[in-house]
């Protein structure tokens, strides 16, 4: 595993050699921050963070040390030290180069890598920032502390709104969500509010989790494409949300090591299409696993409990996880290697390994490498023994220099030295020497309470005066020059103050505070005198300017006083505008970096040392236009020439006329107030208040009088308009009585060529009178004969509508008599078929009654056994013994018989029921055949009786078969029955039982059905189940009958013609 060691250093590879997909447990590089000296110490890395591409890493550590490191460049760049410990990062600004960063102080600053400069400061937050969320255009941010959320305009650093609630509810994440203009706010009461970026009213909420399932959410992870929410917190439960639905979908359980949750983080995927399926969940035991949502499979798992994670990022292309330690250290992970390592074979040791001991193992001898690497005992004391001296030079050489000291950690001394070696500061560090040089107290509340003032009257309309093209630079001047009006009164009269500021604000239009304090602090420190002659120039501050430059160049002050051109030409514009008309940015700024570091009175003196390093054209000058021009307007002079120069006068200027023991030295402003500024003559601006207050007040009466004037301006318009119109209605009026007359006038003309015209029309009349009696009567002409044509035409529609009515009359008389030969022909065919069917009714009658005589004969065979049986018995009856035991069981016998005769009653009584029931089903069926055998054809119907007749004949022929059986057996059984049983008694009882029966059976009607019924009733009473399985056999065969008879009436409609179906049909 690659080990990059930070140290001192601010740039430099991170690796050696990128151990790429065959990185060990995925790790590409190992990174620490580790600090060398007397106490050797590791700064462990608190945040980090990946920018849009993830190629480029953001991190920062506890000392506030800010690093990039490009991955694909293999470079480290140290851009910032905040000088303390961050809490947030966020690296996917919409300008590539900066960054937003919250620091332990609670507030949130962004800085460029690439200037390394602060670009801006926000600050509003009352706790510790928790975390901040980009929008995905860039331009606008979310910074979350537990009692607040504020959204911020990254193009102007303002706070656009603020998220306030309740202290008991408190904020767990506010965030954008992917691919959308919606915000999503998360509670500590387990709510989650959606909210719409342009109005900020809410969208939805999502409803609160399923009972027995309840968590209190800590962390969230949303995929790519917006739609998926998921939290987790003191649980092993994940719960799944869908955005879209506003409900929960899926509840996931992890393995039982994990009893709270994190940190949770997709891992983006190239072909997913945003919908991200691998999760990181980052739980107690600092080991961070990844799974698929959809398989609930764990895919790979990254650190160890040895090895604990306390954070992990995953960079947007999804091919590398950046996780900060729990021992402070950075390790940078390679997904290709992780996913290559998961989906490898298990090893023949898989029981093992999932144990624990050998993966302990080898983190133990990882961990036994990297301590044996670090600690070299005489090296660290050698090193040790260095540094300590180095501490000890650096403590006596701050004594010395303790009053040069600025804030920072920078010397004053060693700047002026580095200053005079390069003639400029490096301009990525300029603004940071400048706030230490200047030594700005950064009084937010102070300078908020001057922002809150709002904008000062005097700047209400300074773009007429000033027009400036950006309107966020006109803005920030109006709030500067406001502050500096409402901190101060003589700045809102001070006719130069906006040309003194807009330098500063033009270079410090994203830190509104700094420029401020830079303009507050140049007015205190280097503007010293100037407004005790206000509201004129400083008369004494030009006239020590004047005694330097008669001191040093005596002939340019005799040629500028020969043509009447004073200091307030040649030095009072310089100094109103700090040089910024006659010198270029860069000139400037070079400029600036000298004055910062000097004396107040530098400023003078390069003013004059500006003067006389254009000696050359301003002796060519002899016209108080020239000489104005000039000193408005950009020249060619060299400003490291008039810098020395002014070095050079600083140094040569004797000490009377000297301006260093004019002006008081550098004084920073006050921490937490400001100071007052009251060096300008108070009666002055109490004259110029009251002189205000008069011309107001006189502005006010002018425009109440003008008011006045207009009202009566007004009322004579209206007079005079009044006038008008009546003048005007007057001679409309005589303008009218003049018309009149000449209208009259013409009434009397037209009068005599009205009767002249009548004479002419009585003649036109007569003449078209005329005319129409012509064209009527050729028009009655026509008319008759169109007439007649139509006549005609109706008589030959009339006599093709009457043929066509008897061609329709005789075909319906044709069709009347089809139908009268068809039903005759119906009636035939229906009373051949019932004689037929009568034919068929009597032949099966015959067939009936030939059955109950063949019953009877077998009733009277039946019979004849008796009474042999009976003479047998009376034969016997002598032997009989035991009169009273015989009787008692005739008389049970008797009762038995009895029930007997009851249930076969019951028997006969279903049995002509069902006989009613079978012969209103063949007449039903009869009518059946009938409708079906009108339908059909006569040779058709003579095969269908046919048919049936063959089928009623085998019918009858199985049934009499079936008969013929079933009697042998009765007699069978009755002779074996005769055979067993030897009681004389019970003879006699069969032969009193079967001759009622046979009465029963004369008076029962003739049927098939109840032969078969009576014929079971032969049998004994002690055989009572062969008379049951006797009636089985009867039901069976009537249902056969049934079966037989559907069967004949389906193939007598399968004969039928099929009916007419539709051209279509749907399909299954």
Known sequence: MERCDLGERRRGPIWTRRAGAAAPRGVIVNILHSVQGYHSKTIHFLNVAFDSSGDSLLAGDRQGNIYVFDLNGNRFNLVQRTMQACTALAFNLRRKTEFLVALADYSVKCFDTGTQELVSWMRGHESSVSSISVHGSGKYAITTSTDTAQLWDLDTFQRIRKLNVRQSVGIQKVFFLPLSNTILSCFKDNSVFAWEFDTLHCKYQLSPPVEGSVLFYKVFAVTRDGRTLVAGGKSNHLHLWCLELKQLIRIIQMPEKVRAVRHLEFLPDSFDGGSNQVL????????????????????????????????????????????VMENGSLNIYSVQALTQEGNKPPPFTFKVVEDGPKYTSEANKLITKVTSGRSQGPWKSKQSKIQSRLLKLQENTSLENKENELPGGLNKKRLQALLKGFGEYPAKYRMFVWRSLLQLPENHLAFSSLIDRGIHSAFVNIQKEYPIKSGKLLRVLQRTLSALAHWSAIFAETPYMPLLAFPFVKLFQNNQLICFEVVATVVVNFCQHWFEYFPNPPVNVLGMMENVLAHHDKELLQHLIKYNVTSQVYAWPLLETLLS??????????????????????????????????????????????????????????????????????????????????LDDFTPLTKGQYPVFNKYPMFIMNYQAQKWEKIRQDEIEYLRERQLAHESEAKAQEQKAEDEAWYRKQKLLQEADEQRQKILLEEEKLAEQRQRLAVVKRELEVKELQLLDASRRHFLNYQQDQLQMELKHLNDEIARKASMRQQETNAVQERESQKQLFEQHLIKDQEAVTKEMKEEVEARRRKVDLED????????????????AHTVAEENLARAEQKHTDTNWRLQRQQRLRRDDQDREKCYREIVKLLHDNRVKEAELLKAMRETEEKKEDVQNKAQLEEEQKAAAAADGHRKQFLDDKMNDELELAEKLQREDGCFERLRNLKARCTERGVEVQQVPGSGNISLHDLSTLASSPHNRRRAELARQERELMAEVRRLRRRLTSRARARLPPAPSPATTWSP
């Open 853 to 868: 005589q063949h019953v009877q004969r077998l009733i009277e065979i039946d019979r004849e056994e008796i009474q042999k």
């Open 280 to 323: 990181g969940v980052l739980s107690q035991d600092n080991i961070m696993r990844f799974i698929n949502i959809e398989t609930c499979k764990l895919l790979f798992d990254i650190g160890s409990p040895e090895e604990g994670i306390s954070t992990a990022v995953i960079s947007p292309n999804g091919r590398y996880i950046a996780s």
């Open 581 to 662: 008309e006659v010198l270029t940015r860069e000139e400037w700024l070079k400029a600036f970096d000298n004055i910062f570091s000097n004396h107040p009175s530098y400023l003078l003196m390069i003013v004059v040392a500006y003067v006389i390093c254009s000696r050359a054209p301003l002796l060519h000058c002899n016209q108080a236009a020239d000489f104005e021009y000039f000193f408005h307007h950009r020249n060619n002079v060299d400003i490291n020439v008039v810098i020395k120069e002014a070095y050079h006068l600083m140094e040569a200027t004797p000490l009377d006329i000297h301006p260093q023991h004019m």
